[in-house]
Each structure stands twice: as C-alpha cells, then as structure tokens.
C-alpha cells in the first residue's frame, strides 16, 4: 500500500452544524460522501487512495455530539475526542477503556480522533472496540428514516465495514453500568508504542470470592471485525477459578480467532499470542474485581 | 474546482485564505501562510514536526484539513516566543542541547506546550507521554526530557 502523503483527489466539503443538515447532506451527495470527525484514519486512507470521497462532510461542528454522561451506564457522544474520553476514563470502571485509547495513539491523535470515528471507520484492530464489546456497548444511529439504536457486536459487518447507511450518522456509544464486584483490562501486542496491533483483548468480568459470574471476552486484529468469544464466555462463567480452567479457556481463545497473515505477524504468531494476551488480560481484570491494580 | 474560503487566528495574528478541500493545515501553512517553521516530515501522522496548537491542543497539521482549521486559532513555534522574548521552554531546549538537527524542534517545543499547559509540573514519565507523539533521530530523548523539566522548575520559582 503506497502512502502518496499528498491528498490527490477533489472533493466538496461541508461543516454542518446540526444532525438534521448533517442526514440531508449525506442524502443530497450519496454514496460518494463520508463523514470526517477527526480525520486521523481518514486522511490517511484518502493519501493511500482506498477511499475517494466526493464529499467529506464535518460533524466536529454539530451540536450535542460531544458529551461524556452517567446515565443507566456512560452515553459518549460519538464526536467526543479520545483525549476527553481516555481523560474521563483514567482510573474509573471503564479502566480498560482508558488503556485501549492509551495504546492506539499519541497526544496528537487523542487530540483530534473520536471514539465514533475509531468504530465508523471499522478496522479490525480498531482498539476501542474490544472494551466496549465487553461493556455491551449498544451505539445510536440516526439517518433519513430516523433513529437506530443496536449492539455494537452487530454493527461491525467485515473490515472497514459497517452497517451504516450512506445516510447515517452514528450519534452515541451507550456503555452498561458495570455493576459491584466487577473488574476489566486490556491489553494489546504490537512492534512499537502507538503501532496498529497484533492482537488487543479485553476481558470484563464479576466475581463473587473464588467464582466468577459474569465474563466476557473480546479481541481485535485476529478476524475481520473486533469479535465477542462466546463459547470461552460460557465455559468461564459460573465457575470456580483456578489456573487450569483459565489456561483451557486460553486454549479455546487460540482456536476461535480467524487471523491472517499480514506485514504485521502470521495467522499462527497471532493465535498464540492471542491465548497469552487473554490470559494476562483475564488475570488482570480478576485482581481488579477485588480492588487490585495489577 | 470550488475554493472555500479560509479564516484563522495564526499566532494572534487574524489572517484568510482561498484553499482547496483538499489542501491539507500542513501545505496552507507552509505554501499560502508562509509559517515555514511547520515542517514537513513524514505527512502521514508518524513523526510530529509538523505539530502545531489547534485551538491550545497538539494536533499533527499533515492529518489536518485546513478547512478542519476554519475559525480557529493556530500556534506555531514562532507564537510560543520569539528570538528576542523566547519562552522558557525554548531557552531551555538551547541551554540543554537539545537541538541536535533541528527538525523536530518546532513539533518538540509545540508539543511540550501542550505538556506544560495541562500539566505544569510533570513527572518524567508523563514528560515522555507529553513529546511520545513527536519522533527526534538526533538526541536520543534524554536532553529534551531534561530540558522541558528545568523549564518546568524554573517557571516554578
């Protein structure tokens, strides 16, 4: 892929400042219009030519697309900046949203990138996306025919696609309370600081002394969408914990994954780290669940 | 092709231009505004010499359109100080040598603004988080670590 570091194409551009002009003008352009918040992935595709919008329309203008609230759980708003959203999330129960964010940029990329902009745009490693999968994030959409709120394990369709109509806007990311007992981490493997990676997991859970009631599981980079391991899940929850169930379950967790090989790792390097990453991850999130750090 | 109109705040300064859609803060800067000390290294998010202040926060100017830029205010290097009132930071860069080449300097000095803004007595650790966004090939990182904490203590005292 050759990053001509130039924008070549020509294209209309728009800074609307409500929803309701933001869903007229993606109606009025049509496909060949996109939403740009931050850009940050965006541009880049743009320069590398796998995308040529005729039409970049700006939400960062828009009104009530940026807010962080508690409210049966955390509503972001899809144009919130990473930097507010990490900020917000440094040492709260969403701990392991604030590593994912921590890992997938530097300050000028948290400064610009939006959490709505890291799921819209749809990579397979997107580094939100594994925490909110096990937040059981539900994500509000708004197009011509009004609004749709979903799962956002239904969201993801293949790599860099979505179920979003060329006419719709994501509007809000919808966190669940985590609740008393509960614990989370992630974490992710790649070459250098603030690299796309590997493999990212992040494991949420509940513990009631040694038994665990509530799991889930989630990884990036090794499928073509940011994907939930159920059967691991299962076999987790309810269950005593002790080091050889856990070591089993990391074993499931290599032989779901579908990952490929890339200039980044092979198929068979990302299976194995991606059963070391959960384990390290779901051992992290345990010790959290009674007030532990590491 | 349709031009647009652009109007920003350049190191106080009010200023406009015709720009493209597709012309990104990096080249306008350079090409139409004459802000030279925005330099252009790797343009495509990596390498941060081409960090400037959007509206007070480090923002790569290459993944930036300058429509993106419209009815902010931008801070180069040269807003921070100047040769005859440097701010702290840049007289802190020279006392420490930590301008080996020079390239990265503008982004460094942008960034640890930012750093210093936020937060104004910065451990190491968060000073390394501050600048991890900017790559320098010369220093090795030490002498910049250094000098952005002295000029920390010594806007302190």
Redesign the interface.
């Known amino acids: 892929m050759i990053n001509t570091r130039i924008l070549t194409q020509e294209f209309d551009y728009f800074a609307p400042e409500s929803i309701k002009q933001v869903v007229e003008l993606l109606e009025r352009h049509g496909e060949g219009a996109r939403v740009i918040a931050g850009g940050t992935d965006l541009i880049n595709q743009m320069k590398e030519e796998k995308m040529s919008p005729s039409c970049l329309v700006n939400i960062m203008n828009v009104k009530g697309l940026r807010y962080i609230k508690e409210d049966e759980g955390l509503r972001i708003g899809a144009a919130t900046k990473l930097r507010d959203v990490r900020a917000y999330c440094f040492k709260s129960r969403y701990v392991a949203l604030y590593e994912a964010i921590s890992s997938l940029g530097k300050p000028q990329v948290w400064n610009m990138g939006t959490i709505g902009g890291n799921l819209c745009n749809a990579s397979p490693a997107a580094d939100t996306a594994p925490p909110l999968l096990v937040f059981k994030a539900r994500v509000k959409l708004v197009g011509k025919d009004g609004e749709r709120e979903l799962l956002l394990e239904d969201f993801f369709t293949g790599v860099n696609s979505t179920v979003l109509q060329p006419t719709e806007l994501m509007v809000e990311i919808h966190l669940d309370p985590p609740g008393d007992g509960a614990g989370n981490a992630f974490l992710k493997v790649a070459r250098v600081g603030a690299d796309i990676s590997k493999v990212s997991c992040a494991v949420f859970l509940k513990r009631q002394g040694r038994t665990c009631t509530e799991c889930r599981v989630a990884l990036g980079a090794v499928a073509p969408v940011p994907m939930r391991v159920k059967v691991v899940e299962e076999m987790i929850e309810g269950r005593e914990i002790e080091e050889s169930l856990v070591a089993k379950a990391s074993e499931i967790v290599s032989e779901e994954v579908k990952p490929i090989d890339d200039i980044r790792s092979s198929a068979e390097y990302r299976r194995q780290v991606a059963a070391v990453t959960f384990r390290d991850v779901f051992w992290k999130a345990w010790d959290r669940a009674i007030g532990g750090k590491n | ?2 031009t ?1 109109k652009l109007e920003l705040k350049l190191n106080g300064e009010k200023l406009s231009a015709q720009v ?5 803060l990096l ?1 306008v800067m350079r090409n139409k505004l004459g802000a030279k000390e925005v330099k252009n290294g ?4 990596d390498c ?1 010499a081409c ?1 400037v202040l ?1 509206d007070g ?4 100017a ?4 300058a ?2 830029a ?1 009815g902010k205010e931008v801070t180069t290097v040269k807003g921070i100080g100047t040769e005859d009132q440097p701010h702290p930071l840049q007289e802190s860069f020279v006392r420490h040598g930590a301008i080996q080449c020079g390239f990265c300097t503008p982004g460094m000095i942008v ?1 640890s603004k ?2 210093l803004d936020t937060i104004p007595n910065p451990d190491r650790r968060q000073i390394r ?2 600048i ?2 900017n790559l320098c090939r010369c220093t090795g990182y030490n002498k910049i670590v250094e000098a952005i904490e002295d000029a920390a203590l010594k806007r302190k005292s």
Do not use: D, F, I, P
């Not at chain 2, 493209?20 to 990104?24: D, G, R, T």
């Not at chain 2, 926060?57 to 790569?60: C, E, F, G, Q, R």
């Open positions: 092709m349709a647009y493209l859609a597709h012309e990104n080249s790797c343009n495509k998010g941060g960090a959007l926060k480090a923002v790569n290459c993944l930036t359109l429509l993106q419209n960034s930012a750093l988080e501050g991890s966004g």
